[in-house]
């Protein structure tokens, strides 16, 4: 069992490993966005039928026609919806933000390689692979899109089998900070879902959405 354990995996395998968990983890990033996207629908809902809502109430009490209910009991259901469409306006707003698509890779903000005098482009990163396209700004007006692909290839056989594994290394984590930030933000619209619609749930229950 030692020797199983100390065993190190060969670069096929490391290769192989670290594909698995992309498919995994790009996965997970489509559950990410799924989930938002229902939270996102249920918040949307919710602030249009509050907000028909505010108007009929309104309307009922400026109406020539009175209903028997005061003024006062109308206000306070003005109240009451107002305060479930301002919760769902910030579920709606945070989610906004959550759903933005995928356009950072792993080390952003890198340091310049000193001895290629330039930051090498991620394979597994779909901002960096379309630089390589012909109409992509700052490219040369004579090149074509066998020159292009040509380079794209090129770039790629020099950065060898161990530059594709240091990449998709460097993007499964670069996506998983992403998705991680993706749940947190559903965690903090949910609340304010479910608080928008049963005030005094948090006396029961307060998942904090920084937790």
């Not at 950065?159 to 998709?168: A, K, L, N, P, V």
């Not at 290394?169 to 930030?181: K, P």
């Not at 005030?199 to 904090?208: D, E, G, Q, S, Y």
Request: glycine share 8%; net charge positive; proline share 2%.
């Amino acid at each position: 069992m030692d020797d199983l354990d100390d065993k190190k995996l060969d670069d096929n395998d490391l290769h192989n490993n670290l594909q698995k968990a992309n498919d995994i983890i790009y996965g997970q990033l489509g559950y990410a966005d799924v989930k938002l996207s229902f939270v996102l629908a249920a918040s949307t809902a919710l602030i249009a039928g509050a907000t028909s809502g505010i108007v009929g109430c309104l309307v009922q009490v400026y109406s020539e026609s009175k209903s028997r209910l005061p003024d006062w009991a109308w206000f306070i259901f003005v109240g009451v919806l107002a305060y479930v469409a301002l919760l769902n306006m910030i579920s709606v707003f945070c989610v906004g933000l959550a759903l933005n698509p995928n356009t950072r890779t792993h080390g952003t903000k890198r340091k310049v390689d000193v001895k290629e005098g330039k930051v090498s482009r991620n394979q597994y990163f779909y901002g960096d692979i379309a630089k390589y396209n012909i109409e992509a700004e700052g490219n040369d007006a004579n090149e074509t899109v066998a020159s292009k692909r040509g380079k794209y290839i090129n770039e790629v056989q020099q950065r060898g089998y161990r530059g594709s594994i240091e990449d998709m290394a460097g993007q499964n984590i670069a996506v998983s900070s992403i998705i991680l930030n993706k749940y947190r933000v559903t965690k903090g619209a949910v609340f304010c879902l479910i608080q928008s619609v049963c005030p005094f749930w948090f006396l029961v229950k307060i998942p904090w959405p920084w937790k």
